[in-house]
């Protein structure tokens, strides 16, 4: 089982606000990354670190985080948002570990 | 922009060895954590291991027994050997670069960007 929680699924309304968020011990020591995957497609980061975006990544993706919740946050969701998101940090032993994933319905 | 081209065997027999190995393009090799990361079919991400540009490892403890990961620093590429695998490790392989932020007091967070196109790895009788 992973050391990191997420909520199974998600739904947002087209252009409004989704929060999806990931959950573990660690968290209160080691920042998180987070990953949109679409079918069939390799995983893609979107956000690393206190509140990075890799180059190409739409300012939409916002990351954050208080006490042992990292959340991930779209600001005006769009159609081509929907996807699996995973979150990533380190588990008690310092290795890398993923959350189970979410998978966001865009509606 | 680093890419990843990753390539091996995609259908295996119970107790075969898995050997996939992944080639980088257009960066640096030294100075980042080369990693293998898999996902069985509608299932989510498992951290299999990594290595650095010097050779030193580090192995997911439950997969440890049965995982080699190789450099060949010469040709940028780095090797994935999971043996004795059975229907339970069919999934993507994918290969990725491992970027880890450091403080003062040690390590704070990681990251993998790029990502390997992946490899479907089915293990079947």
């Known amino acids: 089982s992973s050391e990191l929680t997420q909520d199974p699924a998600v739904s947002v309304a087209l252009g409004q606000t989704v929060r999806i968020t990931c959950q573990g011990d660690?968290?209160?020591?080691?920042?998180a990354s987070w990953y949109q995957q679409k079918p069939g497609q390799a995983p893609v980061l979107v956000i690393y670190?206190?509140?990075n975006r890799p180059s190409g990544i739409p300012d939409r993706f916002s990351g954050s985080s208080s006490g042992n919740t990292a959340s991930l946050t779209i600001t005006g969701a769009q159609a081509e948002d929907e996807a699996d998101y995973y979150c990533?940090?380190?588990?008690?032993?310092?290795?890398?570990?993923f959350g189970g994933g979410t998978k966001l319905t865009v509606l | 922009q680093v890419q990843l081209q990753q390539w091996g065997a995609g259908l295996l027999k119970p107790s075969e060895t898995l050997s996939l190995t992944c080639a980088v393009y257009?960066?640096?090799?030294?100075?980042?954590?080369w990693s293998w990361i898999r996902q069985p079919p509608g299932k989510g991400l498992e951290w299999i291991g990594e290595?650095?540009?010097?050779?030193?490892?580090n192995y997911n403890p439950s997969l440890k027994s049965r995982v080699t990961i190789s450099v060949d620093t010469s040709k940028n590429q780095f090797s994935l050997k999971l043996s004795s695998v059975t229907a339970a490790d069919t999934a993507v392989y994918y290969c990725?670069?491992?970027?880890?932020?450091?403080?003062?007091?040690?390590?704070?967070?990681?990251?993998?960007?790029?990502w390997g196109q992946g490899t479907l790895v089915t293990v079947s009788s």
């Open positions: 990725a670069r491992g970027h880890i932020m450091i403080t003062f007091g040690g390590v704070i967070g990681n990251w993998f960007d790029p």
């Open positions: 257009g960066g640096s090799f030294s100075g980042y954590y």
């Open positions: 290595i650095n540009h010097s050779g030193s490892t």
């Open positions: 660690s968290l209160r020591s080691y920042y």
């Open positions: 670190g206190k509140n």
């Open positions: 990533n940090s380190r588990d008690s032993s310092g290795n890398p570990v």
